[in-house]
């Protein structure tokens, strides 16, 4: 039997998604705020580029308010950004129309899905593909990688099986155990990164070629590093780089932790944070659940952030329009650790 299916947010993720999902035969609903969207998803249709370059139009069901949902669904995929959350999903649960909620944001968007829907009623994932929104109606997959989903205790059950042959009609999609831990090695890459990227206004490997932005960066890996280690995760590997080979405590691991920054810029250097783009667009940013994800996860354990609360704060002043984006962001985080270079 095929699952029914609503997909709440409709953009770049959430609309390749449902298009593909809607290609399987699932009965998929998409739910977006966006009405010129939702009118162009049911018609004409979703225009659709595919990785390969195909090109199709898709009809899809799409509404922009809640209470024109009509029956049950199985799965809710949750594809908006962490400050659309709550008012999307909170009509949601109040009206008990779904069974499992799936939390597929970025950073520790999965606390806060958590504190809506409750832990029995959700799964966790991580898309590794990656879509662009080029339009009302008009979406393109630009990448074609795995979506990995899991239980956040770590249990292999029927629902995760179910959910799992739902996403393998979008693109390959992987159980695992260990959910949580991939979620913080993710976050590793992006409140290292996409931090500073955002507060820098640069790319990723921008960052690297700027002394002080090196300096920092390798300090905030090891305070993310260390709260996840903290919290018991066991991180992996980013862009397969092992998490712990960017790790400096000493002189002696310097030269090591370099050489892995300068791999794992090979592959991730190109890379435009999201945050980053949000700020270009005069946008709020996901940065309280990225940046300030670790913040509150270390606060919870007793322990401190300090480098990842000041880039929070940085990033959300330069949402306000009190400091510009710029390298200046790195020796202010500089002057927090004590560097030298800060002067």
Known sequence: MAERI??????????????????AGHDVT??????????????????????????SRRR??????????????????????????RPAVTPLVEAGLVDTYV????????????????????IVGLIEWGATNL?????????????????????STQRLARLQRVLGSIAEAKTTATIASQVWTKLLLNSTFSGLGAAGGCLYRDVVADPVGREVALQLWREGYDTAGALGMTLGEV?????????????????????????????????????????????PTEVDVINGGVVEAARKIGREAPLNAELTRIIH???????RAGPEAFRRLARVSGDVGAR
């Open 103 to 122: 939390a597929l944001g970025n950073g520790l968007v999965h606390d806060l899905v958590q504190s809506l829907v409750g832990r029995d009623r959700l």
């Open 135 to 155: 339009g009302p109606g008009h979406l393109q997959q630009t990448t074609d990688a795995p979506t990995v989903v899991g239980e956040l205790d770590g249990s």
């Open 6 to 23: 609503i997909v709440v947010g409709g953009g770049a993720i959430g609309g390749v998604a449902a298009a593909q999902m809607t290609n």
């Open 60 to 85: 899809l069901q799409a509404v922009s308010d809640p209470g024109e949902l009509t029956g049950h669904f199985d799965f809710a995929l949750l594809t908006v950004k962490s400050l659309a959350l």
């Open 30 to 55: 998409v739910l977006d705020a966006d009405h010129r969207h939702v009118t162009a998803l049911r018609d004409p249709g979703l225009l659709f580029e595919e990785v390969d370059g195909q090109v």
């Open 239 to 283: 862009f397969a780089t092992p998490a712990d080979q960017l790790l400096t405590r000493d002189a002696t691991d310097r030269a090591a932790a370099e050489d892995a920054l300068d791999r794992l810029m090979v592959r991730a250097g190109p890379t435009k944070a999201s945050m980053l783009q949000d700020l270009q667009r005069s946008r």
């Open 317 to 323: 002043e330069i949402e306000s329009g009190a400091h």
